[in-house]
């Protein structure tokens, strides 16, 4: 059972550089999270999807667009790369979103803006 | 504002030291405060939901409890490897969680 998936990693991206993150997850969860981390600082939200479907914005969402792309997947894409999005991408994923066994995350990945 | 606050931001036990780390909030319709453990390098892994004051949960060294505007995670007798950072979070009816910026536990052997 893989649960939430993440890819790439890692990547390095030159100042104005476009990317997409992926994220997949085979639990059959509704719900799916994008949440930015930097260092000594909780997780941010950035966007989320409620269901299949859905999209709305959660706390930094500027300079960043997603894309619920079936029940499975969540990608998140930076249009335009800035130094100021460096930090670590975690994708998260839950049945409904109010459940009581909280979010399921991936191992993250590790972006820096050059 | 709905905000969550956690204390302190790094504490360093002994072996066998027992503590407890703070996490305290101001959220209008609280539906469910958990609590996360995250290693470096690695996504948070869920540990507990607490969803009304008086609430306790236990899993091995660990016990969390809520009362109306603080939870704690008790941590017994800790060993080396409960070294890690733990964050709390709060759901509300939007069913999104907001987290706090974690305490970062070193047990020294």
């Known amino acids: 059972n893989a649960g939430v998936t993440q890819t790439p990693k890692f990547q390095v991206l030159k100042t104005g550089q476009s990317m997409t993150l992926q994220c997949a997850q085979d639990?059959?969860?509704?719900?799916m999270y994008w949440y930015r981390q930097d260092p000594g600082m909780g997780l941010r939200l950035i966007y989320y999807?409620?269901?299949?479907?859905?999209?709305d914005k959660g706390e930094v969402p500027n300079g960043y667009n997603v894309s619920r792309l079936n029940k499975r997947e969540f990608s998140l894409r930076l249009e335009s790369a800035a130094p100021s999005q460096t930090s670590v991408y975690f994708c998260?994923?839950?049945?409904?979103?109010?459940?009581?066994?909280?979010?399921?995350f991936g191992s993250g990945t590790r972006l820096t803006v050059v | 504002e709905d905000q969550v606050t956690q204390s302190p931001e790094a504490l360093r036990l002994q072996e066998g030291e027992s503590s407890s780390l703070n996490c305290s909030y101001t959220v209008s319709g609280l539906r469910g405060l958990f609590w996360y453990r995250q290693d470096p390098g690695k996504g948070p892994e869920f540990l507990f939901t607490?969803?009304?004051a008086g609430e306790e949960k236990e899993k091995e060294r660990l016990k969390a409890t809520l009362t109306k505007k603080e939870s704690f995670l008790h941590i017994t007798a800790p060993k080396p490897e409960d070294s890690a950072t733990y964050l709390c979070a709060f759901n509300t009816n939007a069913g999104k969680s907001t987290f706090g910026d974690g305490t970062t536990l070193t047990v020294k052997p």
């Open positions: 998260a994923s839950s049945l409904s979103g109010t459940e009581s066994y909280g979010y399921t």
């Open positions: 607490l969803y009304s």
């Open positions: 999807s409620a269901s299949e479907g859905t999209t």
């Open positions: 639990m059959n969860h509704n719900s």
